[in-house]
């Protein structure tokens, strides 16, 4: 025994409860405890022994009257004080001696010592000295949850032990045992006491009471001492007795990140020792993450796609609108005017053909029933597009048959065939109906890196639509695409250039980071939603599980750690919980975005900024699920959880 136990003087002591506080548990006790002494207070059940121990070893605070620990006034210190005086001073030992099941014997008895921050080789040191104590050093490694009940009265002995506290509470630490067991654990109380530990028992067995020095009795509330039994005298007169430390010293206590780690390592472990319910909780916030990487990788991969397509057009590509009205002869001298121009490689004519002008179909109208319109786009070109455009197909060098040659030919693109009904090798000879006239299918496009619709159209040579929208595609040199752009007008309407219409990709290229940012706003809802429902169903689990930890709560506040420690350890599970689910999240969503580039034939871009914040992301809302659930686990209040 390091410290010499204080002496301990209650007067008029009452605890009340019912709803308007008028039920008297404890009624004006007075009692004085010396140092060293062993008491036993005995009773009927009901007659409020475990509410009057409660209050001696400071679980509970809210009582009338006053209470000395030597010359300290417990109602003077704060509730920081008070949680460093039951951890450093007392020791507690409850009848349903509460073990962390997933626990090892050890781990359990590391307890308070833990709390108090106590370096890790004294920790192990007096963890060993005290499960041999009570001989359970066999048990160190065992799961606490495969010790009987006599072999858990003896570790929360050992746990009691382990801080060498001067006072020793214990509320029937025999009482579920038999009596063989029972008095082993009284003989290693009486030891405890031998050494100088005052012991305060509750009991009401006569024959665990004749253990003790002193028995005061309770009846109804109210403490009933003889004279002659009020004070046996301390048995530590003459010994040094130095006053208690009520302030957590740092250098006796550990440091603080010592106590940090034993939080966060506690909290690893409440979550990998309950793996189904963290799995569940995990696969919440995964999901949820899954979803947002997932589908911020689709997002970039596929806007990586776009912006390569739009920036090599954006390079060399300029768009003339031809005005309605304009004739073919007219058209032509604009193609003759614009090839002429420098940095002009080729041009071309593109008009797409509205459906009503249209009416394409694999048979004529009135020929066959069963008759469906094309849905696909009907276009028509002239010859020079192809080159424009990088035109590929099968067979090759088609493009002169769209040379103003007024054939009735048509091209199918590869993934228009099938909606006409053509056979599988392209239906080269048949015939397909536009505007009403049969055209003869000559082959299919089979590449269209600059304009993809034309995979999914019919395409017939421009000459015969001279009529609608009309636009001549200007390929120029790389880089010259702009100055061609301010160029064109003034060579082709030197008198009005204003009236005429030009337009280049640069422009698309503004209009897709449009587009991207509206996705990515619709994006961030999303994900928001998600994280809104991992961050409730994780708060939800973690309430219930309050619930069922309820006692091991108790008993951590109950040897000393403080109503922010306990709120720290769900905040760190909440952290942990969260941390998993999002690293499980990133691997999910890189998945889904790695298939869904792969049966696109594109190459998958990993959206490396949200893969970034994803971590933190999911510590933070994984703190956030656990906020409520701890500060709901810091109110837990150890006299009532205890009992
Ligand atoms: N939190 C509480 N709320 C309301 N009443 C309480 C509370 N705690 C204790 N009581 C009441 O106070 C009285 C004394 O209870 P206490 O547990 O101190 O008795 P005890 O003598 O220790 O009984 P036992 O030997 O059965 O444990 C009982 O009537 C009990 O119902």
Redesign the pocket.
Same mark, same amino acid.
């Given at each position: 025994m390091t410290v010499s136990p204080p002496r301990l003087t209650l007067n008029h002591i009452q =605890?009340r409860? !019912?709803e308007s506080q008028q039920?008297f *548990?404890?009624r004006e006790a007075s009692l004085v405890v010396e140092p060293g002494e062993f008491l036993a207070i005995v009773? =009927?059940? !009901?007659?409020?022994?475990?509410?009057?121990?409660?209050i001696i070893g400071l679980l509970d605070s809210r009582w009338e009257g006053s209470y000395h620990l030597g010359d300290i006034d417990v109602r003077g210190l704060s509730a920081t004080q008070i949680d460093h005086l039951r951890s450093t001073t007392y020791g507690f030992i409850f009848?349903s001696s509460y073990a962390n099941p997933y626990e090892s014997t050890e781990r359990n008895a590391t307890l308070a010592l833990a709390i108090q921050g106590a370096p890790l080789r004294e920790q192990s040191e007096k963890v060993s000295r005290a499960l041999e104590a009570v001989g359970l050093d066999q048990k160190a490694a065992a799961l606490a949850r495969s010790l009987s009940g006599g072999e858990r009265q003896r570790l929360a002995i050992a746990r009691a032990l382990t801080t060498n506290p001067s006072i020793i509470v214990a /509320?029937?630490p025999t009482g579920n045992l038999d009596s063989e067991t029972g008095d082993q654990v009284m003989e290693a109380l009486l030891e405890l006491n031998r050494q100088g530990a005052t012991v305060i028992l509750?009991t009401?067995d006569p024959r665990i009471a004749a253990y003790a020095d002193r028995t005061v009795r309770?009846a109804d !509330?109210v403490l009933e001492i003889t004279g002659a039994e009020n004070s046996v005298g301390s048995k530590l007169d003459g010994q040094e007795r130095p006053s208690l430390a009520v302030t957590p010293s740092k250098e006796r206590r550990g440091t603080r990140s010592r106590r940090a780690s034993d939080r966060l390592t506690r909290a690893i472990n409440n979550v990998t020792s309950r793996p189904l319910r963290s799995v569940a909780l995990i696969a919440a916030f995964a999901l949820a993450f899954a979803g947002l990487i997932g589908a911020a990788g689709i997002g970039a991969t596929a806007s990586q796609q776009i912006a390569g397509r739009l920036t090599a057009a954006a390079r060399d590509e300029v768009r003339v609108n031809v005005p309605a009205g304009t004739s073919d002869e007219e058209a032509a001298a604009w193609l003759d005017r614009l090839g002429e121009l420098p940095h002009v490689r080729e041009v071309g004519q593109v008009a797409p053909l509205d459906a009503n002008t249209a009416r394409t179909s694999r048979f004529a109208f009135t020929s066959a029933s069963g008759n469906s319109p094309f849905q696909g786009s009907t276009v028509a070109v002239d010859s020079g597009l192809f080159g424009v455009l990088d035109i590929g197909t099968s067979p090759q060098s088609l493009s002169r048959l769209f040379s103003s040659t007024k054939e009735h030919v048509a091209l199918v693109g590869a993934d228009a065939g099938a909606q006409l009904g053509l056979s599988d090798r392209g239906g080269i000879g048949a015939e397909v109906w536009v505007n009403g006239e049969p055209y003869t299918v000559v082959g299919t496009i089979t590449a269209a890196p600059r304009e993809p619709n034309l995979l999914t159209s019919v395409v017939v040579p421009l000459p015969p639509f001279s009529a609608g929208s009309r636009q001549i595609v200007v390929r120029t040199d790389p880089g010259f695409a702009g100055p061609l752009a301010s160029a064109i007008p003034l060579a082709l309407s030197p008198a009005s250039p204003a009236d005429i219409s030009v337009e280049t990709a640069a422009e698309l290229r503004n209009l897709r980071v449009g587009v991207q940012t509206d996705l990515n706003g619709l994006l961030a809802s999303l994900a928001i939603a998600l994280l809104a429902l991992a961050i409730l169903s994780g708060a939800s689990a973690m309430f219930i599980s309050v619930q069922a930890r309820t006692q091991e709560l108790a008993l951590a506040r109950a040897v000393g750690l403080g109503q922010r420690g306990v709120a720290a350890i769900f905040l760190w599970e909440g952290v942990v919980i969260g941390l998993a689910g999002a690293l499980a999240g990133i691997a999910g969503g890189l998945a889904i975005s790695v298939a869904v580039a792969a049966a696109r034939g594109w190459t998958a871009i990993a959206p490396w900024e949200t893969i970034a914040i994803a971590p933190v992301a999911g510590a933070v809302c994984g703190a956030l699920a656990a906020f409520l659930p701890a500060v709901r686990a810091a109110r837990i /209040?150890p *006299? /009532?959880a205890i009992?």
């Amino acid at each position: 025994m390091t410290v010499s136990p204080p002496r301990l003087t209650l007067n008029h002591i009452q =605890r009340r409860y !019912g709803e308007s506080q008028q039920w008297f *548990a404890v009624r004006e006790a007075s009692l004085v405890v010396e140092p060293g002494e062993f008491l036993a207070i005995v009773g =009927r059940s !009901g007659s409020g022994k475990s509410t009057l121990l409660n209050i001696i070893g400071l679980l509970d605070s809210r009582w009338e009257g006053s209470y000395h620990l030597g010359d300290i006034d417990v109602r003077g210190l704060s509730a920081t004080q008070i949680d460093h005086l039951r951890s450093t001073t007392y020791g507690f030992i409850f009848q349903s001696s509460y073990a962390n099941p997933y626990e090892s014997t050890e781990r359990n008895a590391t307890l308070a010592l833990a709390i108090q921050g106590a370096p890790l080789r004294e920790q192990s040191e007096k963890v060993s000295r005290a499960l041999e104590a009570v001989g359970l050093d066999q048990k160190a490694a065992a799961l606490a949850r495969s010790l009987s009940g006599g072999e858990r009265q003896r570790l929360a002995i050992a746990r009691a032990l382990t801080t060498n506290p001067s006072i020793i509470v214990a /509320d029937e630490p025999t009482g579920n045992l038999d009596s063989e067991t029972g008095d082993q654990v009284m003989e290693a109380l009486l030891e405890l006491n031998r050494q100088g530990a005052t012991v305060i028992l509750v009991t009401h067995d006569p024959r665990i009471a004749a253990y003790a020095d002193r028995t005061v009795r309770m009846a109804d !509330g109210v403490l009933e001492i003889t004279g002659a039994e009020n004070s046996v005298g301390s048995k530590l007169d003459g010994q040094e007795r130095p006053s208690l430390a009520v302030t957590p010293s740092k250098e006796r206590r550990g440091t603080r990140s010592r106590r940090a780690s034993d939080r966060l390592t506690r909290a690893i472990n409440n979550v990998t020792s309950r793996p189904l319910r963290s799995v569940a909780l995990i696969a919440a916030f995964a999901l949820a993450f899954a979803g947002l990487i997932g589908a911020a990788g689709i997002g970039a991969t596929a806007s990586q796609q776009i912006a390569g397509r739009l920036t090599a057009a954006a390079r060399d590509e300029v768009r003339v609108n031809v005005p309605a009205g304009t004739s073919d002869e007219e058209a032509a001298a604009w193609l003759d005017r614009l090839g002429e121009l420098p940095h002009v490689r080729e041009v071309g004519q593109v008009a797409p053909l509205d459906a009503n002008t249209a009416r394409t179909s694999r048979f004529a109208f009135t020929s066959a029933s069963g008759n469906s319109p094309f849905q696909g786009s009907t276009v028509a070109v002239d010859s020079g597009l192809f080159g424009v455009l990088d035109i590929g197909t099968s067979p090759q060098s088609l493009s002169r048959l769209f040379s103003s040659t007024k054939e009735h030919v048509a091209l199918v693109g590869a993934d228009a065939g099938a909606q006409l009904g053509l056979s599988d090798r392209g239906g080269i000879g048949a015939e397909v109906w536009v505007n009403g006239e049969p055209y003869t299918v000559v082959g299919t496009i089979t590449a269209a890196p600059r304009e993809p619709n034309l995979l999914t159209s019919v395409v017939v040579p421009l000459p015969p639509f001279s009529a609608g929208s009309r636009q001549i595609v200007v390929r120029t040199d790389p880089g010259f695409a702009g100055p061609l752009a301010s160029a064109i007008p003034l060579a082709l309407s030197p008198a009005s250039p204003a009236d005429i219409s030009v337009e280049t990709a640069a422009e698309l290229r503004n209009l897709r980071v449009g587009v991207q940012t509206d996705l990515n706003g619709l994006l961030a809802s999303l994900a928001i939603a998600l994280l809104a429902l991992a961050i409730l169903s994780g708060a939800s689990a973690m309430f219930i599980s309050v619930q069922a930890r309820t006692q091991e709560l108790a008993l951590a506040r109950a040897v000393g750690l403080g109503q922010r420690g306990v709120a720290a350890i769900f905040l760190w599970e909440g952290v942990v919980i969260g941390l998993a689910g999002a690293l499980a999240g990133i691997a999910g969503g890189l998945a889904i975005s790695v298939a869904v580039a792969a049966a696109r034939g594109w190459t998958a871009i990993a959206p490396w900024e949200t893969i970034a914040i994803a971590p933190v992301a999911g510590a933070v809302c994984g703190a956030l699920a656990a906020f409520l659930p701890a500060v709901r686990a810091a109110r837990i /209040d150890p *006299a /009532d959880a205890i009992r």
